[in-house]
């Protein structure tokens, strides 16, 4: 059993950047694969990028060269660098979790076992 917590969301301007972090309970952190996914009002969840348990990343192209996924393994947290912030961005932001998987064959919510409950991210222009 994993349980993830996220933080580090709020109000930024556009243009402007935020840190998410997940951190994960348990001591099997390093074989968990680990996805960011967002939902905004009205629109499904959708993937965002992850990191494999291996340290491969995968991000989408709406948030190429400007989304950063990392993980530290000792801190069983892994993080949402995310730059040059758009409105369009504004969403809820979740973390996710599923055992020793290619981050590029996780794309789905149904391909994750644990969730965390989600921070907010508001983006103004």
Do not use: H
Not at 11 to 36: D, I, P
Not at 115 to 124: A, D, I, N
């Amino acid at each position: 059993q994993v349980q993830l917590v996220e933080s580090g969301g709020g109000l930024v301007q556009a243009g402007g950047s935020l840190r998410l972090a997940c951190a994960a309970s348990g001591r099997t952190f390093s074989t968990y694969t680990m996805g960011w996914f967002r939902q905004a009002p009205g629109k499904e969840r959708e993937f965002v990028g992850g990191i494999s348990w291996r340290g491969a990343t995968y991000s989408t192209d709406s948030v190429k060269g400007r989304f950063t996924i990392s993980r530290d393994n000792a801190k069983n947290t892994v993080y949402l660098q995310m730059n040059s912030l758009k409105p369009e961005d504004t969403a809820v932001y979740y973390c996710a979790a599923v055992q020793k998987r290619s981050i590029a064959l996780v794309t789905l919510p149904r391909d994750y076992d644990y969730w965390g409950q989600g921070t907010q991210v508001t983006v103004s222009s």
